[in-house]
């Protein structure tokens, strides 16, 4: 059948740890829409190649297509890099960018054959402007260092918690104390070690170096906190404004509210990046006690708000954020006065 001239095509990803499902959308100036059947390949090279194979036998030739993925964790990784290699045109989307596009076609039903031809509709749908390419390689190693970095904090705070109830229990057994003991040590020196790997590291890039001491400028920020929020966004590469920073990191608003019958509590929504919100945790309750501007805005919202001090925190948290990345743009050290 004779559809027209086409508009755009879209193969869309919906991916997870080991298989990931896709459909291809054909778009026509018609306003017609094809898709094709939805398949679902094992995440891994094998895998990789069906799906080229397979895709290529369903996209019309010498027309430009789009692969279009979520970014769900690292799982999208592989296979993004697969594609890139083979210099094919991919996009990777915030997952809440994916959301609110289903949510405003009043998509509700969420599987993976569903997410995957609605993405695919999407980048048939919408002008996506912005081509994934490979992170930087120094972005990428700092992202794995201070990841582990937070895993093994977390390590300390369980060994440490271990100990100290050996150490109130009646007749402790000397083995198990020492074990804990020689553990917590071990953690100690790995935390050390990977801190001056992070500092050696960002030292190798002049610029990168100097942009992050001026981010330490602001009160309450330390360097784990700069490098951490730096590695998660790829140096903010992966954001285009403030409203997207927020919702990536999970600390944009949600309102329930429905005329006079319905209303609920106003809450962040936490569907975003988890390590961006701890790594600005600490910095956010040292900016509220010793950073005059900070500490300003969170007495007025706990003012406002006396019985849920956690609102004032978050609202620092995202100040704090959006101030880094604002400082980041501008290649700006702090003043307070702004």
């Known amino acids: 059948m004779d559809s027209g001239q086409l508009f755009r095509q879209c193969v869309g990803i919906d991916i997870s740890k080991s298989t990931f499902t896709a459909c291809v959308c054909l778009y026509y100036i018609s306003d017609l829409t094809q898709y094709s059947s939805i398949e679902t390949f094992k995440n891994d090279k094998s895998g990789f190649n069906q799906f080229v194979k397979w895709s290529r036998k369903h996209i019309l030739k010498n027309n430009p297509v789009t692969y279009l993925m979520e970014a769900t964790g690292v799982y ?29 076609e009043g998509i509700k039903t969420k599987t993976d ?5 609605n993405l695919a509709l999407m980048g048939a749908f919408t002008p ?115 409203k997207q920073l927020a919702s990536y990191a999970g600390l944009d608003v949600v309102q329930r509210q429905s005329g006079s019958s319905v209303c609920g509590k106003t809450r962040i929504s936490k569907k975003g990046n988890s390590r961006i919100r701890a790594a600005l945790y600490m910095p956010a309750i040292v900016a509220s006690t010793f950073n005059p501007q900070f500490k300003e805005d969170y007495t007025r ?23 880094m990345y604002a400082m980041w743009k501008n290649g700006e050290s702090y003043d307070p006065k702004k």
Not at 113 to 117: G, K, L, P, Q
């Open 301 to 323: 919202i706990v003012q406002k708000h006396p019985k849920q001090k956690k609102i004032a925190i978050t609202a620092i948290q995202r100040k704090l954020l959006l101030l």
């Open 76 to 104: 999208y990784e592989s296979l993004a890099y697969h594609l890139h290699k083979l210099h094919l045109q991919v996009m990777v989307v915030l997952p809440n960018k994916a959301k609110h596009y289903m949510l405003s």
């Open 128 to 242: 996506l402007t912005r081509t994934w390419s490979p992170p930087n390689e120094l972005y990428r190693k700092l992202r794995s260092l201070t990841r582990l970095n937070s895993e093994l904090m977390k390590q300390r705070t369980r060994v440490k918690n271990n100990l100290e109830a050996i150490n109130h229990t009646e007749l402790p057994e000397p083995f198990v104390k020492k074990s804990y003991a020689r553990m917590l040590k071990h953690i100690d020196d790995l935390l050390k070690e990977n801190a001056q790997k992070i500092k050696d590291l960002i030292k190798t890039d002049k610029e990168l170096y100097l942009r992050i001491k001026k981010l330490e400028t602001i009160k309450g920020v330390a360097l784990t906190t700069v490098v951490i929020i730096l590695a998660e966004t790829q140096g903010f590469a992966l954001i285009s404004n403030k």
């Open 113 to 117: 054959e569903v997410d995957a031809r």
